[in-house]
């Protein structure tokens, strides 16, 4: 499975952006979806994850409330809605799919990594 970001920026605290991870290579029946985020020094951390095979969803106590994260069958593509975006948002953001069907925050479960798109939160 090979996973594509996009959607990244600069943007207003405040302000609104979709991130978007297109999937080849593979269904992703199977898959768990997530998306982590980096900022320099710092370690990988969760953010929020899809199942895939049952929809559920989970989200890192941060952005509960102001991100969504979705699917598009038809596109085999994972949407992250970020609403009420706050500078501590700022980081690159990488999608990653796991096999299974719960939820894992787990960066060791995922076993395939798109490359960062990077969000930047700033007036």
């Known amino acids: 499975v090979q996973l594509q970001a996009s959607g990244g920026g600069l943007v207003q605290p405040g302000g609104s952006l979709r991130l978007s991870c297109a999937a080849s290579g593979g269904t992703l029946t199977h898959y768990i979806m997530g998306w982590f985020r980096q900022t320099p020094g710092q370690e990988r951390e969760f953010v929020a994850a899809?199942?895939?095979?049952?929809?559920?969803?989970g989200y890192a106590d941060s952005v509960k409330g102001r991100f969504t994260i979705s699917r598009d069958n038809a596109k085999n593509t994972v949407h992250l809605q970020m609403n009420s975006l706050k500078p501590e948002d700022t980081a690159v953001y990488y999608c990653?799919?796991?096999?299974?069907?719960?939820?894992?925050?787990?960066?060791?479960?995922?076993?395939?990594w798109g490359q960062g798109t990077q969000v930047t939160v700033s007036s």
């Open positions: 990653a799919a796991a096999r299974g069907w719960r939820i894992t925050v787990e960066l060791s479960r995922y076993d395939y």
């Open positions: 899809f199942v895939w095979s049952n929809t559920n969803t």
